[in-house]
Structure formats: structure tokens, C-alpha cells
């Protein structure tokens, strides 16, 4: 315990700063976990908010004269879009007041045409008022060839994890800034989107997209490493030469308008300057080092010895390896199995909330192996979970 308390002490000291700016309150043992060249899980709530910025005054966003038009406000424009499921099967969606609105469940809208490398103009804007929190509220998504997302979600004055608000390349990049209008009012995207180009297994031109929101840039050339995904990191690999333009039914019934593209050429030179691409094994490692700190700042916060606080340690496992932590969270899931079996039938289901909380986070931690998944501690933990159903919900 002792090399725990001097790492406690040393990161109460530095790292207030960093603290006051940690978003704790989401859920954590979630996405997946950290790995050599990215120092926060996906879709992690320990990693900083975009900070706000007032965006830029509405403006008129005609398309350009050699833009293709996927959208203007009329009937004939929605021609353009089929559903994704069944594909090719007209689209519910429909066409209000000059706006394509999302019917929830009638699925993804995806144009019928297929494009690439682009400069792309949407616009959008959430139901109001605004209806459910998180990741429920105003979601939808701008998928580039099918298959990257640039999160449209009404995080105006509702926190959710960084590399799911609006604007983010999601699970992959927070935006830099939070420059949302109010609910209701339009939004205007403009992406420059370059996929990547392999040849064969080779990458020989690295995919990026910058985007503008409101005119604030919010992804600075930020590096692709393929399609993204809820939860799970997006690996590195080629996409499809072309694909189609997709818009996601996540159940809101979000508006869209103004919706064209400008073909890019194709690249002919190494492009290999100011991209956001990894960080460097060097950089990841200093960086989770300072975000373990910071969690195990805020542990030392809570009441001392409490669950809260166990907990808070365990995650911050996730970032950088600590001995003295690893054997605590391997006793206390020890204990909780011990004290479990102690307990009369008619008493058990009381404790289902704290055994669950130790499972959960046993479950994350032998999952990346950052706990040896052999551990007897969690193997029993597990049969005890297990024999009263509680892992099915
Ligand atoms: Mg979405």
C-alpha cells in the first residue's frame, strides 16, 4: 500500500488542474481499453470535454456550381436516396418543410450514387424541444462511403463522452471545440474527407477528414484508421474505392438540408504533413502515465477504503500498470466472494448491486488481460455472478 499512497500524494499535488477538468461521472469499463498508441479507452469519460465555442453567424450555403446536389428541399431531390435496409427499397424518411426529416425506425438513408475523396456540405438540426440525454438526444450520423462517421448529436448543453459529441470522428476523435447553435436551429458541416490508399498491404496515402462546424474548425486533418464503430477502436485498413453517403436513424427525428459534394482529385504526391495521425508509443505511454494520475487523483477524493474508491483505483489500471492497485482490486474481488457466499439466501440479493460493480470492472480488466483472466479471484467471482444469473442483467 505504501507505493500507492506515494503515487496518490505526488498526483494531488501536480495534477489539480487536470482533475477539475476529468469528466468522472460517466460510465467507465466500457469501450476498448487503451493500447500502445492511444491513451484513452473509446468513448471515455475521463478524457477532457471539448471546450465551447460560439460558432459563426448562419450563412447562406448554396452549393457551388460544379457541387452534385444529394439534397435542396423538394420531393424530386429525395430521389437521390434509397433505404439502406432493405437496400434499394424506397426510403420512409420523408420531406417536410423543405427539410429531409428522419422517420425513427425506418432505418439508415443512403444515397444511390457512391463517391469518395470530397468536399461535402450538410446541414442539420435537432428536434426540439430537446427529448432524452446522452447519446439519446438529437443523434444521428454523416457516414462518408458508408462507413466513417462524423457524429451528429445535440450535445449543446448536454455532456457526453468527448469522442461522441457532435462532430466527432466517432469512437476515433473528439472535435476540438463544442460549437454547436441551439436545438433546432441549423447546423452547418462542411467535410473534406481523403480516405485512406493502400497498395496491397501497403499504406501509401494516409485518409484524413477536417471539418468545419457552424465554421469552426472542429477536426484539424485528423488521421482515419478505417470505419468506425460504437465501442469497439477503429483499426487501420483500406475502404471501398467509393461508397455511398449514408445519414443514421438513431431513433430521433433529426432534419437535414442542403446536402452536396464537390469530387476531390485523386492524390498523386506522399502526403505526409500536418496529419493527426497515432500518437508515438513514447507519447501514448507518457500520456496514459498522466491520465492514471489523474484517476488515481480523484480516488484519493473519495471516501477512504469505500467501494467508490477501490473502484476509481481499478480503472485507473486501465492507463498504466501498478502493482501495489492490481493486488488491491484482486482482494477486493477476493473478499466480495468470500463475504457472498457468507450470506444467507434471503440476504444475498441486497449485495447484487456492489458484487455486480467489482464483476463489472474483474470482467473489463481480465478481458484486456490487464488482470490475469486465470486469477482464482475472478474465476470465483465469476460462479458467483453467474450461479444467480446476474451477468444477464
Ligand atoms: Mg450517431
Known amino acids: 500500500m505504501s507505493t500507492h499512497s506515494s503515487i496518490i500524494t505526488l498526483s494531488v499535488a501536480t495534477l489539480i488542474a487536470a482533475t477539475a477538468q476529468a469528466a468522472s461521472t460517466g460510465q467507465p469499463f466500457y469501450g476498448d481499453a487503451p493500447d500502445a498508441t492511444h491513451p484513452w479507452c473509446?468513448?471515455?469519460?475521463?478524457?477532457?470535454?471539448?471546450?465551447?465555442?460560439?460558432?459563426?453567424?448562419?450563412?447562406?450555403?448554396?452549393?457551388?456550381?460544379d457541387a452534385v446536389v444529394l439534397f435542396d428541399g423538394t420531393e424530386a431531390s429525395l430521389a437521390n436516396w434509397e433505404a439502406e435496409k432493405p437496400q434499394g427499397e424506397p426510403t420512409q424518411w420523408v420531406v417536410k418543410d423543405g427539410a429531409l426529416l428522419c422517420v425513427p425506425k425506418s432505418g439508415y438513408i443512403r444515397t444511390k450514387s457512391t463517391f469518395s475523396d470530397c468536399q461535402l456540405h450538410?446541414?442539420?438540426?435537432?428536434?426540439?424541444?430537446?427529448?432524452?440525454?446522452?447519446?439519446?438526444?438529437?443523434?444521428?450520423?454523416?457516414?462518408?462511403?458508408?462507413?466513417?462517421?462524423?457524429?451528429?448529436?445535440?450535445n449543446y448543453d448536454n455532456p457526453t463522452y468527448a469522442d461522441g459529441s457532435a462532430c466527432s470522428i466517432y469512437s476515433v476523435c473528439p472535435p476540438l471545440a463544442n460549437a454547436l447553435r441551439l436545438p433546432g436551429e441549423w447546423q452547418q458541416i462542411d467535410i473534406t474527407f481523403r480516405r485512406?490508399?493502400?497498395?496491397?498491404?501497403?499504406?501509401?496515402?494516409?485518409?484524413?477528414?477536417t471539418i468545419y462546424c457552424n465554421g469552426i474548425l472542429v477536426q484539424d486533418k485528423t488521421?482515419?484508421?478505417?470505419?468506425?464503430?460504437?465501442?469497439?477502436?477503429?483499426?487501420p485498413g483500406p475502404l471501398p474505392e467509393a461508397g455511398p453517403l449514408k445519414l443514421q436513424d438513431h431513433g430521433n427525428p433529426v432534419r437535414f438540408r442542403n446536402i452536396w459534394y464537390r469530387p476531390l482529385p485523386p492524390r498523386v504526391a506522399a502526403d505526409d504533413e500536418g496529419i493527426h495521425g497515432p500518437m508515438s508509443e513514447q507519447e501514448t505511454a507518457a500520456k496514459r502515465k498522466e491520465i492514471a494520475a489523474m484517476v488515481r487523483a480523484a480516488a484519493a477524493k473519495l471516501p477512504a477504503q469505500s467501494l467508490d474508491q477501490s473502484l476509481r483505483l481499478a480503472e485507473s489500471l486501465v492507463y498504466e500498470k501498478d502493482e501495489a492497485i492490481a493486488k488491491s482490486v484482486i482482494a477486493l474481488a477476493a473478499k466480495t466472494t468470500a463475504d457472498a457466499k457468507q450470506l444467507p439466501a434471503d440476504k444475498i440479493e441486497s449485495q447484487k448491486n456492489d458484487v455486480k460493480r467489482v464483476w463489472d470492472a474483474m470482467k473489463y480488466l481480465t478481458t484486456f488481460k490487464i488482470i490475469d483472466p486465470s486469477e482464482a479471484a475472478w474465476t470465483e467471482l465469476d460462479g458467483i455472478v453467474k450461479s444467480h444469473g446476474w451477468d444477464k442483467h
Open 196 to 209: 485512406p490508399v493502400y497498395e496491397g498491404d501497403k499504406l501509401v496515402h494516409p485518409g484524413y477528414a
Open 42 to 65: 473509446v468513448h471515455d469519460w475521463n478524457r477532457p470535454q471539448p471546450p465551447r465555442v460560439e460558432p459563426k453567424p448562419l450563412v447562406d450555403a448554396k452549393s457551388p456550381a
Open 223 to 235: 488521421q482515419l484508421e478505417g470505419g468506425t464503430g460504437h465501442k469497439g477502436r477503429s483499426l
Open 122 to 154: 450538410v446541414e442539420w438540426a435537432a428536434p426540439t424541444p430537446p427529448q432524452g440525454e446522452g447519446q439519446g438526444r438529437g443523434n444521428s450520423g454523416i457516414f462518408v462511403e458508408g462507413a466513417v462517421e462524423c457524429q451528429v448529436l445535440d
